[in-house]
């Protein structure tokens, strides 16, 4: 049989590529691919400009058009998602059986995981909103509201797609001032509202101040289409936590359902017969032995 020779980098650039694109325990911030099919509407473009501008720094447009059908050949896509390393992926177009179309998606291990086709209804721009925006690269807040994104399998794949989207990068702590950016995504009557609001924080008179929202774009009303749904035993591979992160088991301790720390605390066998009491003379116990004891005296007749 022929063997294939396993191509190494021979410079030390090509060696850091190498290992920047291997598998890690912590992965590196996913990045976004946004791609213009063979013919699309001034619509998608400026949906698919505002979408990269809240996903920057970890972003990247595509200008020229790329004739692609998500849905029957993946194989574009996936060779874009390894080439550019990146995992995720914003495909749009249009045409008169799907009109303004878009298409998330995301890879795992170079192959596609899941696509959810979203068809948009209603789009006001960043721009046509007279506010003040946010700063760039802001970590924004999440919030789902509908019962959808609970209980429909089609719906809650979207919103773990949604948040891998917009999550931005992993921290540990937030302080209340970067609080700046809230995205909100609601699911009423078969649409999906996408809503993005600016952080106001203002005085109160107390250490807590007073919060307000104010919108300032872009404003989606999407309406999902077609699905293609990673299966439960590749999700499940797909989100696979390595040995070394997680948490090490320490024993006797574990957490009831209100994260209350419970412990067990293993003691040797006690002696009761030596346990100090108080010293009353009811406790006491009476030693008797044959030779205290006095023997019974017989009567004579």
Known sequence: MATTDIVRPKTKRGKRAVDHRAPKDVENNKTTLFLRGGKTSELVTNTMKDLCALKKPDAKMFQRRNILRPFQDQSSLEFFSVKNDASLFVFGSHSKKRPHNLVLGRCFDGHILDMIELGIDRFVSMQEMKTVKCSFGTKPCLLFSGQEFENDLAHMRLKNVLIDLFRGPVIEKVRLQGLEHVLQFTSVEGKILLRSYRVILKKSGSRIPRVELEEMGPLVDLVMRRTHLASDHLMKAATKVPKT???????????????????????QRQDYAKLQTRKMKGLKRKQETKETQKPNKIKKK
């Open 245 to 267: 992160l997680k948490p090490k088991k320490v024993k006797n301790i574990s957490r009831d359902a209100f994260g209350t720390k419970e412990g067990k605390v293993h003691m």
